[in-house]
Nanobody, 121 residues
């Protein structure tokens, strides 16, 4: 009963910027964590950034200083501002929510369908 909608991916040149958005809607009581992952062809899925309900953030070493994760609690949306993009950032980016839902009350994992980010000149 929870739906995830991702947007913001696209093709950019090295050094360019993108802002990814991911919104959760439905029978949500509380969102405990909001996370961005990415997966490049032939590689394992890896954590990019996460933010808790209290605002605590965590970044992978390879993106710290270039990306910023933020949230809007009013509309259950998480954002990833990506600056100074490099070709090695090319991947499918997935948002992830750990959500306490209603009917029944249950804490579950939810994933977006992914959005393609391509960095190329």
């Amino acid at each position: 009963q929870v739906q995830i909608v991702e947007s913001g991916g696209g093709l950019v040149q090295p050094g360019g910027s993108l802002r990814l958005s991911c919104a959760a809607s439905g029978s949500i009581i509380r969102t405990y964590t909001r996370t961005w992952y990415r997966q490049a062809p032939g590689k394992q899925r890896e954590l990019v950034a996460s933010i808790t309900g209290s605002g605590t953030t965590n970044y992978a070493d390879f993106v710290e200083g270039r990306f910023t994760i933020s949230r809007n609690n009013a509309n259950n949306t998480v954002y990833l501002q990506m600056n100074s993009l490099k070709p090695e950032d090319t991947a499918v980016y997935y948002c992830y929510f750990n959500i306490l839902t209603m009917g029944p009350v249950l804490r579950k994992d939810y994933w977006g369908q992914g959005t393609q980010v391509t960095v190329s000149s």
